[in-house]
């Protein structure tokens, strides 16, 4: 017989099923790197208690007779809590049939919207915020103690929700006196969890490594600051220690992740020290400028004691605060000899329109980010840019929409990527968004974002095609632009032997500097030799398949053609 669909009952499971110890447990990461983060750290902590992840199909519906399911949510955007509660649901139809014993659900989610989970899902067992994920092996263990009493009795769903950081570490017994969740008074409380010894989840060779957690900027549209709350910046010397555990895990390259890493140490007294910054000169030594040049060095420092070639990839900068010392700091340290700070910058910039900026409570205007992008490109070669829009936000005219469009096409970047605005309750865009006069049609959104996307779908070919261009076939040793690029993973076409192109040998896909993992384009790698993924090699670039590059090994240069891709 086939196997029965999933089901959204939430009856009650079989008591034999329910009331047996934990022994294993069913993972489930959603949202961005920042959440994958926490899901590592629980996992580690579950597996060093004894409760021994299994892995799942993310497709399928069911959780590989795991003892309890483990959803760790996002709660960003509405379609965010519809594919959270959609998988919720799914793990208590599981436990409704039996299957499983518990199902525990943790982030952002539960943090925003703890008062409403047992009614949008009911079944569930255990809730764990953001402030609490060292309550793990508590919450999947059927007769851990809770932290309080539970309301509703002893059968009642248990829940480890500390309302901020403040409170999470008062009620692990830290010394708060004095220190705030300000996050920017230089008193605050800091970053005081521990994200070492997780069960990672990404691939073998690149890491996420967290440098803060929460957000000052308080944009409109945004729900961060009110589920992770206020920027807190995690110690340099805790940063370290994680870099050169993920180092010895295999990792080469490490994507630095916050909610703004710009503003990094701000909150802790360790921001930006302006007066160390020459500004005729445009020199200041990175350490003593402190804040993000300071981490940056530091971890560039790291990596050399290590004697590691790795890569370091700075996501998330916020464009008010990137300053000048900020810039010239980063470009002494992406260029200098073996520098492991790639010349790349994730920058989301939300609009460019100076009217719309100003309602999204940015504080930036367009020529401010206009100037920051030409800073970088000038004193950094090669530099590339990745961004994010937002199309349709409540009020935005045609004129603005064009404004966004013009600066898209005047800007060029490496990689763009626009979201329709999404209406969140508790945020100041969500109440404008109620005004009729105010709220952007769904249709007109649409429109808007697709037209910003075509364009730079024509700018990104257009940029593909010159980098295939350099090469020429008849002089495949003296033509052409090469570059390292790490392989991600072996794909499932042999190449074939092409007069000119090579003797055949086996497609990778890979990345080069400016190709972030998951978000970004990618480099198809055509080898004889097996590559393992991880591994760094030279390329030539011989071709390009819309959005993505083609590429061969320079060991194995021929005479040769332009690739097509295989697939």
């Known amino acids: 017989m086939p196997p029965k669909p999933p089901s959204r009952s939430t009856s009650t499971p079989p008591a034999n099923r329910a009331q047996g110890p934990v022994r294993t447990v069913a993972f489930v990461s959603l949202g961005c790197p920042k959440n994958l983060v926490d899901s590592e750290k629980m996992l580690g902590t579950l597996a060093q208690a004894g409760i021994a992840p299994i892995s799942i199909d993310p497709d399928g519906n069911d959780f590989a007779g795991a003892d309890a399911v483990v959803i760790n949510t996002c709660g960003f955007l509405e379609a965010s809590k519809d594919e959270s509660l959609g998988v919720i649901k799914d793990a208590i139809a599981a436990k409704g049939r039996g299957e499983v014993k518990r199902v525990v659900v943790a982030g952002c989610l539960v943090q925003r919207h703890r008062a409403k989970m047992l009614e949008w899902a009911p079944g569930i067992d255990a809730m764990v915020g953001v402030f609490d994920r060292d309550r793990i092996v508590d919450a999947v263990r059927p007769n851990a103690p809770a932290p309080r009493e539970t309301p509703g009795g002893p059968d009642a769903p248990r829940y480890w929700i500390a309302a901020n950081a403040l409170t999470a570490a008062k009620d692990r017994g830290l010394d708060t006196v004095g220190l705030t969740v300000h996050g920017k008074d230089g008193k605050g409380i800091g970053y005081f969890e521990d994200d070492a010894a997780r069960l990672r989840l990404t691939p073998r060779h690149y890491a996420y490594l967290r440098v803060s957690e929460g957000c000052n900027q308080n944009c409109a549209f945004c729900t961060i600051p009110s589920i992770r709350g206020k920027m807190r910046s995690k110690p340099i010397d805790r940063i370290a220690d994680e870099c050169r555990e993920l180092v010895a895990d295999g990792a080469h390259e490490l994507l630095l992740i916050g909610q703004d890493t710009t503003s990094f140490g701000d909150d802790i007294g360790q921001g930006l020290n302006p007066s160390a910054y020459d500004p005729a000169s445009r020199r200041g030594d990175p350490h003593a400028l402190?804040?993000?040049?300071?981490?940056?060095?530091?971890?560039?420092?790291?990596?050399?004691?290590?004697?590691?070639?790795?890569?370091?990839?700075?996501?998330?900068?916020?464009?008010?605060?990137?300053?000048?010392?900020?810039?010239?700091?980063?470009?002494?340290?992406?260029?200098?000899?073996?520098?492991?700070?790639?010349?790349?910058?994730?920058?989301?910039?939300?609009?460019?329109?100076?009217?719309?900026?100003?309602?999204?409570?940015?504080?930036?205007?367009?020529?401010?980010?206009?100037?920051?992008?030409?800073?970088?490109?000038?004193?950094?070669?090669?530099?590339?840019?990745?961004?994010?829009?937002?199309?349709?936000?409540?009020?935005?005219?045609?004129?603005?929409?064009?404004?966004?469009?013009?600066?898209?096409?005047?800007?060029?970047?490496?990689?763009?990527?626009?979201?329709?605005?999404?209406?969140?309750?508790?945020?100041?865009?969500?109440?404008?968004?109620?005004?009729?006069?105010?709220?952007?049609?769904?249709?007109?959104?649409?429109?808007?974002?697709?037209?910003?996307m075509e364009l730079q779908q024509r700018l990104a070919f257009a940029r593909q095609a010159g980098r295939a261009a350099a090469f020429d076939p008849r002089k495949p040793e003296r033509t052409g632009l090469r570059l390292d690029v790490v392989i991600d993973a072996a794909l499932r076409g042999e190449g074939l032997a092409t007069t000119g192109v090579g003797k055949g040998g086996r497609l990778y896909q890979g990345r080069t500097y400016f190709q972030a993992p998951q978000i970004d384009s990618v480099t198809y790698v055509q080898s004889k030799d097996r590559l393992a993924p991880g591994e760094v090699l030279p390329c030539v670039i011989t071709g390009h398949d819309g959005y993505d590059l083609i590429a061969s090994p320079v060991a194995e240069i021929e005479r040769r053609v332009p690739l097509s891709v295989l697939r």
């Open 290 to 452: 402190g804040g993000l040049p300071r981490l940056l060095a530091s971890l560039s420092d790291t990596l050399d004691r290590l004697g590691s070639r790795g890569w370091l990839r700075l996501m998330y900068a916020y464009p008010t605060n990137f300053s000048d010392p900020i810039i010239d700091a980063f470009a002494r340290l992406a260029t200098r000899p073996g520098a492991h700070l790639l010349p790349y910058l994730d920058i989301p910039l939300q609009h460019a329109s100076d009217r719309v900026l100003s309602l999204m409570r940015r504080h930036v205007t367009r020529d401010q980010q206009a100037s920051l992008i030409r800073k970088l490109r000038d004193r950094i070669p090669g530099f590339a840019v990745r961004t994010t829009f937002i199309s349709g936000f409540p009020g935005e005219t045609e004129d603005d929409h064009r404004l966004l469009v013009d600066f898209v096409e005047e800007m060029n970047f490496e990689a763009v990527g626009v979201f329709e605005y999404s209406r969140e309750d508790g945020t100041v865009a969500g109440t404008m968004e109620d005004d009729p006069a105010l709220a952007v049609p769904a249709e007109v959104k649409a429109r808007r974002r697709s037209e910003i």
